[in-house]
């Protein structure tokens, strides 16, 4: 007999879910920082223009990442807060080069790339599970940053 957890999912796949979340958690977390720092550090003739939408993006990124660790509890888990963890686990690593306007579009364009990626697959496997909430969520986040990638590669031509 499947064990369900309280929101009436299957307790082995929520597990799994809450995995998933705790590596995008990973990504999203050092992807913040790293967007910090290009707004913090940011020099150039494209200044303003950039200062300006590190910091849209690092405030999105703020609140995906408290959304995230808060479907974590939901499925009944523990979000991991630890940066050794984010630094071991996370796909997304840190810039090293955080003033180079140019290049830090092409690094958050990476790193979209790669959260974006798991995002589908945690998409895959909240649907498997039946689980609508995680569901939503990153249909959510994916059809918004699909439109990120967009706008940003647009910058770069």
Request: hydrophobic share 35%; proline share 1%.
């Amino acid at each position: 007999m499947t064990k369900i957890n309280s929101i009436g999912l299957d307790v082995g796949k929520s597990k799994v879910l809450a995995e998933k979340l705790n590596e995008l958690l990973a990504d999203y977390s050092i992807f913040y920082q790293n967007t910090r720092g290009y707004h913090w550090n940011i020099k150039g003739d494209k200044f303003f223009e950039l200062h300006d939408k590190f910091q849209e993006l690092y405030e999105n990124l703020f609140v995906k990442i408290d959304e995230i660790a808060e479907r974590i509890l939901t499925l009944g888990h523990t979000p991991i807060h630890k940066y050794s963890f984010y630094l071991k686990d996370s796909k997304v690593k840190e810039s090293t080069e955080v003033s180079d306007g140019i290049q830090d579009v092409k690094d958050t364009l990476d790193s979209l790339k790669i959260i974006i990626t798991l995002q589908r697959e945690i998409l895959e496997l909240s649907a498997e599970t039946d689980d609508e909430g995680t569901n939503a969520l990153m249909s959510d986040y994916i059809r918004e940053q699909e439109k990120l990638v967009w706008m940003y590669s647009a910058y770069l031509k």
